[in-house]
């Protein structure tokens, strides 16, 4: 079983549409998530970060956490064509070490 | 400015040649990563260091060695025993025990010819 889990899509909403991007997870006991974007052939950049129950928003997006579910997920509101990249789902273990887990990543299509 | 220094931005590797990808930081993290991305993909953990002279194996680590010598330099070789090297690498810093996520650098893509 994976241990993060996301739609490989591709996910295709039209400009100013919401988009909305999933995330499910294993260790219960996970304790930081991140959603980070990838533009192709370039690296990561972090967009969000969601350590407790509820919504985080920043601009246009929005992050949700439901630990109970273990389930996290990134909306954008007002989508462009600029955010047409890949988003990954990143989540921090339980244990002393700081390394994050990455899902596959969803490839989001905002068409004009 | 602080940031993450991968080099060389394009790699070729021979059949059974190693080729050592460089990482260095100037953020003053402890913490450093290295992390492989296939087309598609996620990206899955190589290997990682928290404090200097120290490093453990992440999910993938055969066919691949690491040091870390310096707080700033955590340079990832891929020896001849990695018998699919091709993938963009990624070189990631973190403050460890700090919630909050990496700073990655440009990363490497490694071709085999």
């Known amino acids: 079983q994976k241990e993060v889990e996301q739609n490989s899509g591709p996910l295709s909403v039209p400009e100013g549409a919401i988009a909305s991007l999933n995330c499910t997870y294993s260790d219960r006991g996970s304790q930081s998530f991140f959603w980070y974007r990838q533009y192709s052939g370039k690296s990561p950049e972090l967009i969000m970060s969601i350590y407790s129950n509820g919504d985080k928003e920043d601009g246009r997006f929005t992050a949700q956490l439901n630990k109970a579910s273990q389930y996290v997920s990134l909306l954008i509101r007002d989508s462009q064509p600029s955010d047409s990249a890949t988003y990954l789902c990143?989540?921090?273990?339980?244990?002393?070490?700081?390394?994050?887990?990455f899902g596959t990543g969803t490839r989001l299509q905002v068409t004009l | 400015d602080g940031g993450i220094t991968q080099s060389p931005k394009y790699l070729f590797r021979k059949e059974g040649q190693n080729v050592t990808l460089s990482c260095e930081q100037n953020l003053n993290h402890d913490a450093m990563y290295w992390y492989r991305q296939d087309p598609g993909q996620g990206l899955r953990l190589i290997y990682y260091?928290?404090?200097?002279?120290?490093?453990q194996k992440g999910d993938i680590a055969e066919g691949y060695s690491v040091s870390r010598e310096k707080k700033e330099s955590f340079p990832l070789t891929v020896t001849s025993a990695q018998k699919n090297p091709t993938a963009f690498y990624l070189c990631?810093?973190?403050?460890?025990?700090?919630?909050?996520?990496?700073?990655f650098g440009s990363g490497t893509r490694l071709t085999v010819v």
């Open positions: 990143a989540v921090k273990n339980t244990g002393t070490a700081s390394k994050l887990t």
């Open positions: 990631a810093s973190s403050i460890v025990q700090d919630p909050r996520g990496y700073t």
């Open positions: 260091s928290q404090i200097v002279n120290d490093f």
